[in-house]
């Protein structure tokens, strides 16, 4: 939980957890680390204080990077206050975070890590992306070979398929992407954080796909191959790169492969793709880009052939879209409430409107209609009961199906929760 306090000038103070870690009682909880940021301090100076901290990860100490970047590009003046005997002091030295101003700030220059704890800055401006691309894969090259031995190819290909990932969709014109590594010889592991302060996986998917109801179904599609929100939009600074939506599915689906534990977290949402599944959750805290964080175990007893896989798992994608291909989908009728009544739905007589011209004629013809309040404040109860009460009656039950409500805040939610039950009854 966010402690935050003030100083006798009314500065605020941000104070960093005793267990400033991923893990709560040995369960993956991010929900720990991402409450401590506060994404809307407006403050012209912000003190974050880490004197408390006695535990700690580079993982977590990489997110708190580009949330002081964040704050940074605000024009807000952070005062990091530590020890530099304590063990934060220590790991902050050691993946050369007392650079990390003077490392947003040039275009060329970038972390001067202690080795076996790398951490780097993916740029954009003014940068040779090619060059910045083949520094991770050298590195990659580099990690010890008598950990990985036998995966170097499925290792460094992941890594190559998430970092295009990051300067294509995680593109942020002021803020770099951050890479970080981390190796445990005891326990035969490898693992990294891939974080970025982009728009995130759902605004990037609206581009081209109908709005999502929440961040885990985004996330969910995203996993899905040849998905991309590029098809919609050509931007970002990575335009020639022709990638066909396929990075999220194969590196997610190798990770499975390597029976290896990778976490997608974007706003909100969190997919967990382990060995056996994939798993979704929603978060209470939440992310403003996406950030990836996997966790590889070698079995020096298995050989494992990188080829044969990504063979299996093109062939897997190219039947799987051209079933979604043939799927005849019911068409869709979007309607943006604000573009028809204003960020306050309250005029009965508009609602009625909407509703005869609009949304009627569309489930006749058996369209689904998608009704989003992302822009509205308030919806009164005789508002809703006329937009929807007759077309629920026509429907039944398939109106939970056919009429689709995305946006709505919680008192707007309840109402129309309220106006289904009364009508599907």
């Not at 990690?143 to 190559?160: F, K, Q």
């Not at 079933?323 to 009965?348: S, T, W």
């Not at 109106?399 to 709505?408: L, N, V």
Request: hydrophobic share 40%.
């Amino acid at each position: 939980m966010r402690q935050t306090h003030r100083t006798l000038t009314n500065v605020p103070i941000l104070t960093l957890p005793n267990d400033f870690t991923f893990k709560a009682k040995g369960v993956i909880d991010f929900n720990n680390v991402l409450s401590i940021f506060d994404w809307s301090a407006k403050s012209k100076h912000i003190i974050i204080d880490a004197r408390f901290c006695q535990s700690i990860e580079y993982q977590t100490l990489t997110l708190l990077i580009l949330y002081i970047w964040q704050l940074k590009r605000k024009k807000i003046h952070i005062n990091l206050q530590y020890s530099k005997h304590s063990l934060f002091g220590k790991m902050w030295q050691r993946m050369n975070g007392t650079s990390c101003f003077k490392i947003l700030n040039n275009t060329q220059d970038n972390f001067h890590y202690v080795y076996n704890k790398p951490i780097f800055a993916i740029k954009y401006k003014d940068h040779n992306i090619t060059q910045m691309l083949n520094t991770i894969r050298d590195y990659a090259m580099d990690l010890p070979t008598d950990l990985i031995r036998g995966y170097e190819d499925a290792v460094r290909y992941i890594i190559s398929e998430l970092t295009y990932n990051a300067l294509e969709h995680g593109f942020n014109p002021q803020i770099p992407s951050l890479l970080q590594f981390n190796w445990y010889r005891d326990k035969n592991q490898l693992s990294f954080i891939l974080a970025d302060l982009g728009v995130g996986i759902k605004t990037h998917l609206e581009q081209t796909y109908a709005p999502f109801t929440n961040n885990t179904d985004a996330i969910a599609m995203a996993l899905e191959p040849e998905i991309s929100g590029t098809f919609g939009v050509n931007v970002g600074p990575y335009k020639q790169q022709n990638n066909a939506g396929m990075g999220l599915y194969l590196s997610s689906n190798l990770g499975k492969t390597l029976e290896a534990d990778m976490y997608i977290v974007s706003g909100d949402g969190v997919a967990h793709i382990s060995p056996l599944d994939v798993t979704y959750t929603t978060l209470n805290n939440s992310w403003p880009g996406t950030f990836i964080y996997m966790t590889i175990g070698f079995d020096r007893l298995k050989t494992y052939d990188l080829h044969k896989h990504l063979e299996d798992f093109r062939k897997h994608a190219t039947e799987t879209v051209a079933k979604r291909n043939n799927i005849v989908r019911a068409p869709e009728l979007y309607i943006d409430m604000y573009n028809y009544c204003g960020e306050r739905c309250e005029v009965k007589l508009e609602a009625i409107n909407l509703r005869e011209r609009k949304i009627i004629p569309a489930i006749q013809k058996g369209e689904t209609v998608v009704l989003d309040f992302s822009h509205a404040i308030t919806a009164t109860h005789s508002f809703l009961t006329a937009l929807l009460a007759d077309p629920i009656k026509i429907l039944g039950l398939k109106s939970y199906k056919q009429i689709k409500i995305i946006g709505a805040n919680e008192t707007i939610r309840t109402i129309i929760d309220f106006v289904f039950d009364t009508y599907t009854n």
